[in-house]
């Protein structure tokens, strides 16, 4: 069984089962390219509106069927444009990806907020990116 600990201003816990395995998949730079070795099963759910764009949405589940996310790709450009994710406190959090540069020829989001059905959280915005 996978086995995660996270730490925040509310002290350190745990993350077991469905929860880790979640989140060792999703929690990469670009996890789809990591899906297949995980036995991650996408589906096409269809077009979807986020934000006045128009997107394909995909639901994906992990191999063992526990856990489920979902992520909607811009359909002009193919550019993760959200994902929406259970967190391991049964909250449904949405993540937004922004702001798209290319640095060494790959697109970035360098812009990411993170909200919850009563929550916004400080969004992340890169100024500068590089790659080593």
């Known amino acids: 069984m996978k086995k995660l600990i996270v730490t925040h201003a509310q002290g350190t816990h745990p993350i077991k089962g469905s929860q880790a395995q979640g989140m060792l998949v999703q929690n990469r730079i670009f996890p789809e390219l990591h899906f297949a070795e995980h036995g991650v099963k996408p589906t096409v759910v269809g077009p979807e509106q986020v934000d006045g764009r128009n997107t394909y949405k995909l639901s994906h589940t992990t191999a ?3 856990y489920t996310w979902s992520t909607n790709y811009d359909a002009e450009t193919g550019l ?3 994902q ?3 967190t391991p406190a049964g909250i ?5 990806f922004d702001d798209y540069r290319e640095i060494n020829g790959v697109k970035y989001a360098l812009k ?3 909200k919850t059905h009563n ?3 400080p969004n992340y915005h890169y100024e500068q990116a590089s790659t080593y």
């Open 64 to 66: 063992d069927g526990s």
């Open 92 to 96: 449904i959090e949405t993540l937004r």
């Open 112 to 114: 990411i907020s993170s």
């Open 84 to 86: 929406t994710r259970p």
């Open 80 to 82: 993760k444009v959200q």
């Open 119 to 121: 929550y916004q959280f």
